[in-house]
């Protein structure tokens, strides 16, 4: 009998093993929305420290609306980066100070796990100020990043903290399709796009020895000119992950009145649980781009909006 409901137990469970165990792939031309390329996509997994991308919005958002200098405004490391674990290329220890956009740079180029913390509980007591209560001011900022993910109609995704890191029992999941709408929205940021299409940034921390400087590099080996973000991330339970964005010059047409008609162009490219992500991210924006300009070329046909258009809505407006 239990020998039976094994079998009947795997029966289930394989295709679901199956399908985390493969890659994840999206593909989108951000300001059309059009997918052209899409596998696994829809699968819950964890995606490690692409969870940082939805940190740095929140951050700029936050800045933005309260009217906060990110530049200007000083963090304290926390207690809770103490036995964190994961990168912390600063070596950022609780009672550490830098400013908010020193650690917006670590967290984003250097994927620092203890800069990431450090933001969530820095912005998270001010949402606890806000709604006037007390409590634990990361637990505080994650709930926001949720409350950001159902915003972007991110349906498959949880955050359970703001570095990506996984935990026994605690363990964020999101999609290949979801992470695309986070990028797309992200990278509409001015305040994240200046951060990530950076290839290094040199940031400076105030600790109990005094001042040091430190150059982050960025993890993602592709950005140049044209790429100008996202994220990569990497975890035993995610695989290797990352997100891009790759921009175009924008399309130029003559309206039948004479006028000019400027249509931008960017691609966003969400790899999830893959191998040799930067390649096969090389890859897939040449293939990507020449989707788009064979669909652009057959006059942007849409048969079905809601399989083949991606649609993020603006949570500011």
């Not at 964020?172 to 299409?197: E, H, N, Q």
């Amino acid at each position: 009998m239990m020998k039976r409901l094994l079998v009947v137990l795997m029966a289930v469970l394989a295709p679901l093993i199956s399908a985390n165990a493969q890659e994840a792939v999206m593909v989108v031309e951000a300001h059309s929305g059009k997918v052209l390329i899409g596998k696994n996509s829809t699968v819950k997994r964890p995606v490690a420290s692409l969870t940082k991308v939805a940190t740095a919005v929140l951050v700029v958002d936050w800045a933005e609306a309260a009217g906060v200098d990110l530049a200007t405004r000083e963090v304290v490391v926390p207690n809770s980066v103490a036995g964190l674990g994961g990168s912390n290329p600063m070596r950022l220890v609780p009672g550490d100070r830098l400013t908010a956009l020193d650690a917006l740079f670590s967290a984003m180029l250097g994927s620092d796990n203890a800069a990431a913390q450090t933001l969530a509980h820095d912005v998270g007591i001010e949402f606890l100020r806000r709604e006037g209560r007390q409590g634990d001011p990361v637990a505080a900022f994650v709930a926001q990043m949720n409350h950001l993910a159902e915003a972007l109609t991110m349906r498959k995704t949880h955050f359970v903290n703001p570095h990506g890191l996984e935990a026994q029992g605690s363990v964020g999941l999101s999609t290949a399709a979801d992470i695309a709408k986070l990028s797309i929205y992200a990278m509409r940021r001015p305040g994240v796009t200046f951060v990530t299409r950076q290839s290094s940034r040199q940031v400076k921390v105030r600790g109990a020895a005094g001042e040091r400087a430190f150059t982050v590099k960025n993890t993602n080996e592709l950005v140049s000119e044209h790429i100008i973000g996202v994220k990569t991330g990497t975890t035993a339970g995610a695989g290797e992950c990352l997100a891009i964005s790759s921009e175009r010059e924008p399309m130029v047409r003559a309206k039948a009145d004479g006028s000019k008609g400027v249509t931008p162009r960017r691609l966003i490219v969400v790899l999830l649980n893959t191998q040799d992500r930067f390649g096969r991210a090389k890859g897939l924006v040449q293939q990507g781009w020449g989707l788009y300009d064979g669909w652009v070329a057959h006059g942007a046909p849409v048969n079905d909006r809601e399989r083949e258009i991606l649609t993020v809505p603006d949570p500011r407006g």
